[in-house]
């Protein structure tokens, strides 16, 4: 993740910030409405200099045999709340037996919340009638499929994981996925999202 990047995630809503801010002094009745456009600018910056430093400590992984089910369960309990307060419904089929899997369990717990994340927002942002979240843990071969589906309205036309901080979601910053593709290539594994 080059600094200019990470720069650019960081400017855009500083700058909106500061304009409000600025606003607010030279138009004092417009300052208390602008403070809620503040503050939801003020956390977008948090939540990308924590996803920043997330990226950065996961830098070095040490792997062992971690169970995958085991993580998609936790990252369920982690969002089962939140779902249900949008009347979201997930739905978990994995494998009979442990999967086991090489890997880092921080970094592949921060992935797989990071996946979940985003299809219950896709669908809590859409607001389609059906509200379903799948999450699947399955074999092909010799590897292991964690699948994440939703009920969303699927990606936007010309998607591409290839971007720069791609996202899915119009005021994303793409540094989720930038997250779950950069443990995938720890990992050994990829990436894949497609509409259905």
Same mark, same amino acid.
Request: with cysteine.
């Given at each position: ?32 409405? /602008?403070?809620? !456009?503040?503050? /939801?600018?003020?956390? /977008?910056?948090? *939540?990308?200099? !924590?996803? %920043?430093?997330?990226?950065?400590? #996961? ?10 089910? &085991? ?9 089962? =709340?939140?779902? &249900?307060?949008?009347?979201? %419904? ?9 999967? =086991?899997?090489?890997?880092? !369990? ?12 985003? /299809?219950? !927002? ?17 074999? #092909? ?7 994440? *589906? ?6 936007? &036309? ?39």
């Amino acid at each position: 993740l080059s600094a200019a990047a990470i720069a650019h995630e960081i400017s855009q809503p500083l700058s909106r910030l500061l304009l409000r801010a600025q606003l607010g002094q030279a138009y004092p009745a417009a300052a208390v409405a /602008a403070l809620a !456009e503040i503050t /939801a600018d003020a956390q /977008a910056v948090v *939540r990308t200099i !924590e996803k %920043v430093k997330l990226l950065l400590r #996961s830098v070095q992984t040490v792997h062992h045999p971690v169970d995958l089910r &085991e993580i998609v369960a936790s990252a369920v309990l982690q969002f089962r =709340w939140e779902a &249900e307060q949008h009347n979201i %419904v997930i739905d978990t089929v994995t494998r009979r037996g442990p999967a =086991w899997v090489s890997g880092d !369990e921080t970094q592949l717990q921060l992935a797989t919340s990071n996946l979940i994340r985003n /299809a219950i !927002e896709s669908i809590r942002d859409a607001n389609p009638a059906v509200r379903r979240v799948g999450v699947t843990v399955t074999t #092909s071969g010799n590897r292991l499929l964690l699948t994440v *589906r939703d009920s969303g309205p699927g990606l936007a &036309e010309g998607f591409s994981l290839s971007a720069v901080l791609a996202s899915t979601k119009a005021a994303g910053t793409g540094l989720g996925l930038y997250l779950v593709q950069a443990v995938m290539d720890t990992h050994g594994g990829c990436l894949q999202m497609t509409s259905v």
